[in-house]
Structure formats: structure tokens, C-alpha cells
């Protein structure tokens, strides 16, 4: 690995760290960040490493306007032997790439970009935590940076990456929440943007979200925009369902968000030889299930929460309590095998980590 | 009318303003904007004037991670008595604030952010161009400026106007453009964020535009997401169709922007005793009348061009050509009304202008 390209320019002044045992999901953010700029004609060039410092913009800035902008979530996390790991960063990218077609936006270069990562991980590697639960959360994301108002694709674009040192996302582990089945609200629709990990999916979502709190849910289902029948995602989160046995989720359709911890479930559940289907769910179905007892199992998957099991579902006003209200045990066992593999603890028998020794030698 | 409260801040280093003969839309600001800030819990302060600068924000600013960001755009006119003409700003910041509402931000004072564009106004009154047919641009917008990463609304937020003359949207005349009927992908659906004036729907449509400008055609018509039957806008315009004497329009249905030159139209021919009929018009319908020879007319609406005449419709591989692609009488009749009431040369019989005198009273 060359990283003969990127230059680097560290800070004089480190911030303090903050503490590991209250640490708030996306609220710290490291001393450097990673950057390239791309020009039309050009290409993608100046990938650096410099210190966190704001984003100077021209206010007509395209990203302001028009919305040109998608981004990338996923963790490091410090195994016990000091390695620093990172649960398949190459989907990221691959799908980073995926989001900026969709939105008119340049390509990257997914080695390039995973180089930058993992050189801004060897400069921050303080920051990447130690306490048990608690992970790095990497942020990349391009944003238009064109004066221009017209609505047209920018011709300048930045590339970031921010890291964020985050606890566990459950405080006192895995518990089952509230999911509200949203009615009027849509996320997304086929021959949208919904496929695509693009800001104004999230601004979409915040109204019923909004909604939902208020009436004491943590998280909406979303329904399909055209029928309003079939069950989409939750939250931020794709969705899996346990019914009379059988694993199912909802099929990539366009306006669903292929997830990557959904992907991997699916992949790990085919390697325990226990295959998903993927296919269209209607709330009439999960209902009928519910109804005679089938409904096993309802769980949310993404790179926040890994697994966060759903206790109750409420869909026009009535609610279906899903296995008591306690974690299930299909829930459990897939939340502890991708845990155990992200930090280290099981072995990577499916080939998804890439690693970093203590002495920053990538080792996958 | 008290301006007590907008801070003043004048530059010393005036640009050179751009050549009137050839302004290109969007692309030259003036040197001063309206900047205010919000915070949860003290509301909107520190409304100031000052010189266009970068703006500058942390990386993990909402706006570039969840696209919280609105805007509106409408023009101030130079008419021939050197009086500053703005045409219904009142109906912008009336929408603007409910897109805010859409997307979880905080509502504006709108007499206060008319007071503050005023003001502007007044500042910046050497670059309200001199060039019949030329304008000054006003694009007001906000943005969640709070460093979070949680998929949140944001605690504060920036409003600001920024200035940019532009040329005529028709360099020598009104002429019938050609359209795409766009049958992969969608715009907005019934749920979303189609009735806002929001980014994230701007950012959707441009792969759709990519397309048709690749295959030589200015704009696409956006079908409704659910049948894919029914016509919703034009590009980022309304759109009126004249069948068999009977002026139509798509109805307001939560997906299409509710655009102020589309009202303005229904009541200027409301005014006229040309009713406009406000219904769903599927391409089915528009088919047949073609074929029947009853499809007149059809033009978008909107701030840019105010009328544009459209003279082709592609719709499934079959074009339809419309008026012998000659601009219609009543598209005509429109666009030199609605011109003559902007610039000043026509009677404001519909009480639509905010006028402010050279002397930079305002007179309305």
C-alpha cells in the first residue's frame, strides 16, 4: 500500500478526549480529517490529512441549494490484542460509489478512498476507544462545492472523512423498542433517491420521526410510497422478520437502502445454513402472523445498533407485541456473532474485516 | 417601518459588477447579504447585513449530512421610473415557512425577513440591473448549521439572502422548448418532501434532467410516483395545459410545489374571466387531445422564466408537437402581463408589488 499521495498536516494543538464511559453518538470529532477535492476535467486530487477545521463554502454553494451530497457510515473498533478493525470499509466505498451516481456526482476511487481511511486511522488511532462496546465512527461524505444556482450537477466537489468516537448504542445492552407504522409520511419511492445514502432521505424522515417520539416510539416503519402496503424500513434501519421459522426481509426495490449489516446478515444466516428470503412483506401479512402467533421475531439492522430488536409494532392505533417484548433468540445470537466478529472476539471466517496491527501494518 | 434591529456592516472592497449584456443565470453575487441565526430556546437574533462571504461550518453540520435545508427564489425589477419592483415577496416567505415546517426547522418572522430583503435591497441598489428584461435574483434560504451526527432536527440554524443579477431567461424572445416525459424516474410522491421547497428534491431530479439534455431535450414532465399517470411539473416549473379552450392545471396534491407565478396565473386569469381548472390531468388524456387536435397550449410556470412555452412532448417514444411548435396566444398573453406587472409598465390592478421608491421609500 502506497501512501506516497496523501499529504499529511498535523495539528499543534490535540483536543482533550472525551470520556469513554458517557461518550454521545456523533458529537466528538477527532483532531484531523481526510480530504481530496475534485475539479471537472480534472479529476479527484489533494488528498490530505489535516486538522478538523470548519468548511469554508461560498454561499451559493450547490450543496446548500440543490442537496448534491451523500455519505458513508461505518466503525472501527479496538480488538483486545490492540488491532484496529474495520467491518467491510470496501462495501462502504462500493456503495458510496452507488449513492454519487445516483446523485450526479463523481466517482471515486474506492482503493484510493480506503487508503485515506486507513491512514487517517493510523493518525488518530488514540482516538479510537478502548472501553468495551465503545468504536470510531467513520463519516465519509462529498458534498457539491460550486458557487452556482443553477439546478444543474456541480462541476467541484469535496470529499471528507470525520471520525467520531462513540459508546455502545445500548447503554445497558440489547433491548427490544416501540416502532410506530407510518401512514402519511414516506421515505422514499421507486425512481427516487431512497436507494441512495443522499441527504434529503434523512430531511424526509424527520417529520414522522418527530411524530412518532411525541407518542412515546422510538422509531417509525416505513411503508412502500405507491401502495402503502409493504413494509420498507425503520428508522434509519433496514428490517428483518422471524414469521412461523422463516427469516425474511423486504427485497431491494429501488427505494430501499441496501444495508450492509442486512447484507451481511443475510450472508451470515446462509453460512449457518439458515437462508433469508427476501421478498415484498405486507403489513397485512406481519398482522395475520401476529394475529396467529407466527410472528417470532422483528429486529432492525444498520452500523449504529448492529441489531435492535422491535418489543412492538403499532399500525393504525392497534399494537402487536412481538415475543413478549424480550429480545428474541435469533436477535440475540446474530447481534453477539457480528459484535464478536467486528471487535475480534470470534474468528472472520467470512473474510469481512480489515485490519490494522498495532504497529499499523495492515494485516488483512 | 423600523430597521432598528438589522445590523449593518458595509464592505470596503466593492467587486466590479458583470457586463448586463451577457449575464449568465446564477452565477455573480452582489457584495452584501442578510444573514440572521437561530438557536433553540432564544429564537432568531442577530439579523445583519453583511459582506458576501464564505460561509464557514464544521464538517458534521446537519445540512451536509441530512439535508435540512429550504429555500425560495424571486426577483426584483428595475422599472422605467427607477423605482425597485419585488413581485409577491410576501408569498415567498409565507412558503418558505411552511417548507421549514416540512422539514422540522423553525419558522421565520416573514414581515421581519421581508424588512431584512428590503433593506438589502437598498445596500445593493447598484446591482439591480438597468437592462430591460434583466433582474435581480434573491435566493433567501437556511440551513442547520449544529455539529451532530444523530438524524435529528438540528438546534440552530442560518437564514440568508443573497443577491445575483441575471439576464432574461429568453435571450431573444419567448420560444417553445421540448420535454421529456419521464417515465423512470420520480420527482416527489404523496408523503414526501415534493410540496416543499427543500433541496434533497432538486438533488433527485437532476439524473432524470441528465437524460434528457442527452437526448436533446430541455426538461422533463414528472409523472406522479404512484400510477406514473398523471403529470405533476416540468422541470423545476408548474405546468398549465390549454385543451379544447379549458386552461388546466395539475392540482395541489402534496407532491407538486405550490409555485407562486402557478397562482398568480389562476388569478390573473380568474381576474380575466378565464377560469383555470385546478384537477388531475393524466398523459392519457393529453394524448387523446393531441390527437384530436384539442391540445392548444401547454407552458411551465415559474420564477426563472416566468412562462415557458413548450412545443414538443416525448412521451413513450411518440412525440407530440404542440401549436406547430410556435409560442401560443394565450402563453404570450400571459408572459407579456406578467412582465409588464413586474417591471412596472402595466397597472398592479392585483395589488401584487412591493415597490420601493428611488429615494428608497417604500411605497406600497
Known amino acids: 500500500m502506497t501512501t506516497s499521495k496523501i499529504e499529511i498536516n498535523l495539528t499543534n494543538s490535540r483536543k482533550e478526549k472525551p470520556n469513554e464511559e458517557n461518550l454521545v453518538f456523533g458529537r ?35 450543496v446548500f441549494h440543490y442537496g448534491q451530497t451523500v455519505f458513508e457510515g461505518l466503525k472501527a473498533y ?5 488491532s484496529i478493525r474495520l467491518f467491510r470499509p470496501e462495501e462502504n466505498f462500493r456503495r458510496l460509489n452507488q449513492s ?6 463523481p466517482q471515486i476511487d474506492e482503493a484510493n478512498a480506503l487508503e485515506g481511511l486507513l491512514e487517517l486511522l493510523k493518525v488518530e488511532e488514540e482516538w479510537i476507544p478502548k472501553l468495551e462496546g465503545n468504536s470510531l465512527y467513520i463519516r465519509p461524505f462529498v458534498i457539491a462545492t460550486e458557487a452556482f444556482l443553477g439546478v444543474a450537477p456541480a462541476t467541484t466537489y ?11 448504542y445500548y447503554e445497558e445492552g440489547i433491548h427490544p423498542v416501540k416502532i410506530l407504522v407510518e401512514n402519511e409520511f414516506v421515505r422514499a419511492v421507486k425512481g427516487g433517491t431512497g436507494g441512495a445514502k443522499t441527504a434529503g432521505n434523512y430531511a424526509s424522515a424527520l417529520k414522522a420521526q418527530e411524530t412518532a417520539s411525541s407518542q412515546g416510539y422510538s422509531q417509525v416503519m416505513w ?9 420498507e424500513e425503520v428508522g434509519s434501519m433496514n428490517i428483518f422478520f422471524k414469521i412461523d421459522g422463516e427469516v425474511v426481509t423486504p427485497a431491494i426495490n429501488g427505494s430501499i437502502l441496501e444495508g450492509i449489516t442486512r447484507k451481511s446478515i443475510i450472508e ?8 433469508v428470503t427476501e421478498r415484498k412483506v405486507s403489513m397485512d401479512e406481519l398482522a395475520e402472523a401476529h394475529n396467529s402467533g407466527k410472528l417470532e421475531e422483528v429486529f432492525g439492522t444498520g452500523t449504529a445498533a448492529v441489531i435492535s430488536p422491535v418489543g ?11 415475543n413478549d417484548g424480550i429480545t428474541g433468540a435469533l436477535s440475540k445470537k ?6 464478536k466478529i467486528q471487535t475480534g472476539e470470534n474468528e472472520d471466517s467470512l473474510n469481512w474485516i480489515t485490519s490494522l496491527s498495532p504497529t499499523y501494518e495492515e494485516i488483512k
Not at 469535496?158 to 468516537?165: C, E, R
Not at 412492538?312 to 412481538?322: Q, V
Open 100 to 105: 454519487l451516481d445516483r446523485l450526479c456526482m
Open 334 to 339: 446474530l447481534y453477539d456473532a457480528l459484535t
Open 28 to 62: 466528538h470529532f477527532t483532531d484531523h480529517m481526510f480530504v481530496a477535492d475534485y475539479v471537472k476535467g480534472m479529476g479527484w486530487q489533494n488528498a490530505r490529512i489535516t486538522p478538523y477545521a470548519p468548511i469554508s463554502l461560498d454561499p451559493a454553494s450547490i
Open 78 to 82: 479496538r480488538s483486545k490484542d490492540q
Open 158 to 168: 469535496q470529499f471528507y472523512i470525520i471520525l467520531s468516537p462513540v459508546g455502545s
Open 268 to 275: 451470515l444466516l446462509a453460512h449457518w445454513g439458515t437462508p
Open 312 to 322: 412492538e409494532l403499532n399500525w393504525n392505533g392497534k399494537t402487536m407485541r412481538i
Open 223 to 231: 411503508l412502500d410510497g405507491v401502495e402503502r402496503k409493504y413494509v
